[in-house]
């Protein structure tokens, strides 16, 4: 695996963690916001709350304990008219309190429902406390909830509860919407038992998404009872089977249904639904379903939306489709489809107007070559059939596709030439992946593009040994991947202000040669990788936003910038270049940093020992010049997973406290001037896969316990940080333990 490969998957890790710590931010509470505060004053014209609501409301208040961003500040007592409350609508008749929507109010964990009376709000047809921390000290739903009999809509999704689904909501036979959906990285809500849906005859919108219904086997029984449903979303529930026989389908209303992420594990073909005709989306995304689509299918004329996508070993290519006039999306993605592209396309609609906007048939194994028609297809804004078995040439029939944004051919077989005919009216065209085929692109330098892409991934495509001149034109790019495309070239003078909004770009396995522009600072890069060309020079300042930076199997020289790097960087690779000097201290900035290769350059001195440590996990600086004592920055490095100081200038005796670094799975310190004895704690680090110590100045014993570093004796399993590792990669499968050439041993 190359290293951007596992630089890539620290991305994903590291951009999943920040999309869970932001979802709650300010961003989240502008639905509160002044436009919706002045819509509710609009509403209230002319009105007065009732006294007793307003005290309620006031107790409601009293038991939420954060408000950051001050959404309920105009709930205060000498504001008597709580009409004019951000939030609350009341009657303009009778002055009752009948909605409260506070969607995205930040509050505490430990708010207190039940300093709210039952019957204070007993008008209250609408409540909205949707993706908020309202869920007490209990942690449950609130019991008292039940008694709003007049509630007609009712959404508490998103907040945090667990324990048992309170059966007394059955008492609301007035409930039209109700949302109790969880959230999904805690998902300790459950029911047992859910007939008290039955008591819910005008329920027309239900979700208990991320709610566990695993010990429930007859749901459809249940639901069947409630004829007004339009909307059932029971997804990631943890329900085992849809494979009930209704003798009688009572669900001639049912619109949406969303059965996705439970564990069927059955034959597609025995589930209930498929006579819904009425029905106008259906999901059912990772179900382990398996099996034929049954032929029902086609005569659900009023579908819509069809997403079956992560199931398992489904047979498609049989159903007709030529039915569904009003198909707008269908996604068949990681399915294992077999049989051709012929087969399939044959079994789409086949309607005068046809409605198709989106196609995903990725990651299946679909063979054959494009069709050379695609009239019945001209209505796609979204063609992915990447990951398959496609072969031959990509027909220019697909430039046609004029409400095109979204073409994906990636990872298939495909070969010939690409030329201006595939985009020759591809107006509206953002993203474009045809990387991982056999592919060239071959347009005139005079030429300009129709579209403006947001993303380019050409990888491995010949895009011509010349920059590609068509590229200055995509000033609104933000994704950028033409490695490995046969590039031999300078950086174009174009290249700081045509790539300015850019925040990935990948270059790397290319011949480009020459220097990085000089005017880089301000691009808005976050993701930066020209490694293995031809750079030469010095390295300029850097884009302020940078995250990761591989620079590494360049010809680059010259010291660092005295103000190296960005406070954002967590990886830096810059292997096997001609950079000298020393590490300045403003490396020290860098409070993030998780990845740094400076191995095989020229560098020399000591390293600052203000060293950032805090996430450091890798920290290869092998074939320098580098000197001083074994690092005590290091000490503090719990997380240290790579340490390489071999072939350098380090001196003095290794510390006792590298027994500590019990996360170490590999340590080189060979070719070095250390002394003194092998440290007896040496032997606590049990993960280590690889020890190198030889051509020091150690003397003395070598440990009894070495039998202890059970991890160089295991079956090898590739890891994508191990396998990236770009020099002496070899030594993670070999495993060795090398002491040999030590002097006075």
Not at 2 to 7: N, R
Not at 386 to 415: C, E, M, Q, W, Y
Not at 441 to 447: D, H, K, L, N
């Amino acid at each position: 695996m190359h290293p951007k490969s596992a630089q890539r998957l620290l991305l994903i890790v590291t951009v999943g963690i920040v999309a869970i710590i932001c979802r709650l931010s300010p961003a989240t509470a502008a639905a509160a916001s002044p436009h919706h505060s002045q819509q509710s004053r609009q509403n209230n014209v002319g009105t007065s709350c009732i006294p007793h609501e307003r005290d309620a409301l006031l107790t409601l208040k009293q038991g939420i304990t954060k408000d950051p961003y001050g959404l309920l500040d105009s709930w205060r007592g000498g504001n008597k008219d709580c009409c004019h409350w951000r939030g609350v609508r009341c009657s303009n008749r009778t002055g009752h309190v009948l909605k409260l929507e506070l969607r995205n109010v930040h509050a505490a964990r430990d708010d207190d429902y039940d300093h709210v009376k039952s019957t204070a709000l007993d008008r209250l047809f609408h409540l909205d406390l949707s993706m908020n921390y309202l869920n007490g000290s209990s942690g449950r739903i609130p019991e008292f909830l039940s008694s709003m009999v007049s509630l007609r809509y009712l959404n508490l999704s998103g907040i945090p509860y667990s324990g048992r689904v309170p059966p007394h909501l059955g008492n609301l036979s007035k409930l039209q919407n109700l949302d109790l959906s969880g959230v999904f990285y805690e998902r300790s809500m459950y029911s047992t038992d859910i007939s008290w849906l039955a008591g819910l005859p005008v329920l027309e919108h239900l979700s208990m998404s991320m709610v566990n219904l695993s010990t429930i086997v007859a749901w459809p029984d249940v639901v069947n009872l409630i004829p007004s449903l339009k909307v059932l979303d029971l997804s990631y529930c943890s329900l085992t089977s849809a494979s009930q026989s209704l003798p009688h389908i009572n669900l001639t209303n049912l619109e949406r249904l969303d059965l996705s992420g439970n564990s069927f594990h059955h034959p597609m073909a025995s589930c209930w639904f498929w006579n819904l005709t009425g029905l106008q989306y259906l999901f059912l995304e990772g179900n382990n379903l398996y099996g034929k689509v049954p032929d029902a299918l086609g005569d659900m004329t009023s579908l819509q939306i069809i997403d079956m996508k992560f199931n398992r070993n489904i047979d498609a290519m049989s159903t007709s489709l030529k039915k569904l006039c009003n198909l707008t999306v269908l996604d068949l993605s990681w399915c294992f489809l077999n049989g051709s592209m012929m087969e399939l396309i044959e079994q789409m609609p086949q309607c005068p107007s046809n409605m198709l906007l989106e196609l995903h048939l990725s990651r299946n194994n679909i063979t054959g070559i494009l069709p050379s028609q695609m009239a019945h297809l001209t209505s796609l804004s979204t063609l992915d059939l990447s990951g398959n078995l496609f072969s031959g040439h990509v027909p220019s029939a697909i430039g046609k596709l004029a409400n095109l944004t979204v073409l994906d051919l990636r990872f298939n077989k495909l070969d010939g030439v690409i030329t201006v005919k595939h985009f020759a009216m591809l107006a509206k065209l953002k993203e474009l992946y045809l990387s991982a085929n056999s592919l060239k692109i071959r347009v005139s330098s005079g030429w300009i593009p129709p579209f403006s892409l947001d993303t380019a991934d050409l990888t491995y495509c010949k895009i011509g040994r010349l920059f590609p001149v068509w590229l200055q034109f995509q000033v609104n790019i933000l994704w950028v991947d033409i490695s490995s495309t046969g590039l031999i070239d300078k950086l174009p003078d174009w290249f700081s202000t045509t790539f300015s909004k850019a925040t990935y770009m990948d270059m790397s396995h290319n011949q480009i040669n020459g220097r990085l522009p000089e005017n880089m600072e301000f691009m808005s890069l976050k993701y930066f990788y020209l490694s293995s060309n031809e750079l030469t020079g010095q390295i300029p300042s850097l884009p302020r936003n940078l995250s990761m930076l591989d620079l590494s199997l360049n010809s680059l020289s010259g010291n660092l910038p005295s103000k190296f790097g960005t406070p954002q960087l967590i990886s830096i690779n810059l292997f096997s270049n001609h950079i000298t000097g020393n590490i300045s201290g403003s490396i020290c900035e860098l409070q993030n940093l998780f990845w740094l290769d400076l191995g095989n350059n020229r560098f020399d001195g000591e390293l600052p020992q203000c060293f950032p440590v805090k996430d450091l996990s890798f920290l290869m600086l092998s074939n320098n010049s580098f000197s001083g004592d074994f690092p005590s920055f290091l000490q503090s490095c719990k997380q240290l997973h790579f340490l390489d100081l071999s072939i350098n200038k380090f001196y003095g005796k290794l510390p006792q406290w590298i027994g500590g670094l019990v996360g170490l799975w590999f340590l080189r310190l060979s070719q070095n001037m250390f002394s003194g004895n092998i440290p007896t704690t040496v032997t606590n680090l049990t993960h280590l896969h690889h020890l190198n110590l030889a051509n020091n100045r150690l003397s003395g014993a070598i440990p009894w316990d070495l039998s202890n570093l059970t991890a160089m004796t295991g079956k090898y399993v590739k890891d994508p940080y191990i396998d990236s590792y770009p020099y002496g990669g070899y030594v993670y499968i070999v495993r060795t333990l090398d002491f040999t050439d030590r002097q006075g041993i």
